[in-house]
């Protein structure tokens, strides 16, 4: 099945609202529109408003880092699903390693994120991975379907269409290191294997399913030219307006 390509540019905690527009403005200029792939910025949430506005009529999409899974309320510090969706954003990532590393963020607060963000119409992006430990005892297969499992749950067919999955091992992150095509396939087939078995084959064929880990233009062609690898979660290269064009362009 023909899945539209999505390159996302995960920005983290950079870049004040002047510098993601003047981000935004060099951006435009070096990007090449294709209707086959999707671009996504994920600035961080004092951008957001900001670039929603710049944005709003390109066809870049927006997203948010995070959210929080209720609407609203006394939770100082949280953004939730309508305030991103008021900024413009149709996306947002859900479960990002340094969300569970750094912050000690579980599957089941996962879960409960992913249902606030299909309950209010935005794509979640659910990232899995596995750490170089659990990586170097072949234990990947385990750890990515345990997590989707747990992340997952209670999400039927008809919403799990609406989630992109990106597949981070949290060992390439930041690090230089970077799995390899074939290394990235073979666990990306067997997330979209998995998804077959919980919900049904089409799912599993139209779902698009990300590589994220230390992608930049040298290795974007070899890893989006795989078979199941439909984008990529791009991070520190993404910070950076013509290195993240490159790696645009190396998914055509």
């Not at 951008?47 to 309320?73: M, V, Y």
Request: charge should be negative; proline fraction near 4%.
């Amino acid at each position: 099945m023909d899945r539209r390509t999505l390159i996302a540019g995960n920005w983290k905690m950079n870049k004040t609202p002047a510098e993601t527009e003047s981000y935004i403005k060099s951006f435009m200029k070096l990007l090449h529109n294709d209707s086959r792939i999707e671009v996504l910025l994920l600035p961080p949430f004092t951008g957001l408003e900001r670039a929603g506005k710049l944005l709003s009529e390109t066809t870049i999409a927006l997203g948010g880092q995070d959210l929080h899974f209720e609407t609203g309320g006394a939770f100082t510090g949280e953004i939730s699903s309508e305030m991103l969706k008021a900024c413009g954003c149709s996306y947002v990532l859900v479960g990002h390693s340094e969300r569970r590393a750094l912050f000690e963020e579980g599957d089941r607060l996962i879960n409960r994120k992913l249902h606030a963000a299909l309950a209010a119409g935005l794509h979640p992006i659910l990232c899995v991975g596995e750490t170089l430990e659990e990586h170097r005892q072949g234990q990947v297969e385990e750890r990515i379907t345990s997590q989707l499992g747990a992340d997952l749950a209670q999400i039927k067919a008809a919403e799990a269409s609406l989630v992109v999955i990106a597949y981070e091992p949290i060992w390439a992150i930041g690090t230089g290191e970077t799995a390899t095509p074939m290394g990235a396939q073979g666990t990306i087939h067997v997330i979209r294997e998995w998804i077959a078995a919980a919900y049904d084959q089409n799912v599993a064929e139209t779902m698009r399913i990300l590589y994220g880990g230390s992608v930049k233009p040298e290795n974007a062609a070899s890893l989006l030219h795989q078979p199941d690898i439909d984008g990529a979660l791009v991070g520190g290269a993404s910070l950076f307006p013509d290195s993240f064009a490159q790696i645009v362009a190396a998914s055509h």
